[in-house]
C-alpha cells in the first residue's frame, strides 16, 4: 500500500517561500505518477503541478508558473513542492498524490491519483 506523508507547511508573509516534502512509503518511481493538489477553504481541490515518473510530461496550473516547481529524489523516495514569491490566494491545504499503473490517464485529474496524503496546511499573510 502506497502511503504519502507531507510536511513542510508552514505561516509566511506574502513574498516568502517554502518548500514542502512528499515521502512516499511503498511506492515505486519506476511507472505512474505523482503530483501536487490544494483545496482552499470553500473550493475545489485543484491541481498545483505533477508528472509521470517515467518522464514525459508534466504540468503546473496557470496560477503557479514561474513561481512552483515540483522536483523529485528516487534516492529518498520523495517529492518536493517548491513554492517562492508566495501569495495570499496561495494559502490552501496542500496534498500529495501518488498514481500507480493503470493511473495517470489525466496529470492534471484527481482521478488519475490512488493514493492521498492527508494534506499539509500553507498560510500566506498579506
Known amino acids: 500500500e502506497v502511503q504519502p506523508v507531507e510536511s513542510g507547511g508552514g505561516s509566511v508573509q506574502a513574498g516568502g517561500n517554502l518548500t514542502l516534502s512528499c515521502v512516499l512509503f511503498?511506492?515505486?518511481?519506476?511507472?505512474?505518477?505523482m503530483a501536487w493538489f490544494r483545496q482552499a477553504p470553500g473550493e475545489e481541490r485543484e491541481g498545483v503541478a505533477g508528472f509521470y515518473t517515467a518522464g514525459g510530461g508534466s504540468f503546473y496550473a496557470d496560477s503557479v508558473k514561474g513561481r512552483f516547481t515540483i522536483s523529485q529524489d528516487r534516492a529518498k523516495n520523495t517529492v518536493y513542492l517548491h513554492m517562492n514569491t508566495l501569495k495570499p490566494e496561495d494559502t490552501a491545504i496542500y496534498y500529495c498524490?501518488?498514481?500507480?499503473?493503470?493511473?495517470?490517464?489525466?496529470?492534471?485529474?484527481?482521478?488519475?491519483?490512488?493514493?492521498w496524503g492527508r494534506g499539509t496546511q500553507v498560510t500566506v499573510s498579506a
Open positions: 498524490a501518488a498514481g500507480t499503473a493503470g493511473y495517470c490517464a489525466t496529470l492534471r485529474s484527481r482521478d488519475g491519483y490512488d493514493s
Open positions: 511503498g511506492y515505486t518511481f519506476r511507472t505512474g505518477c
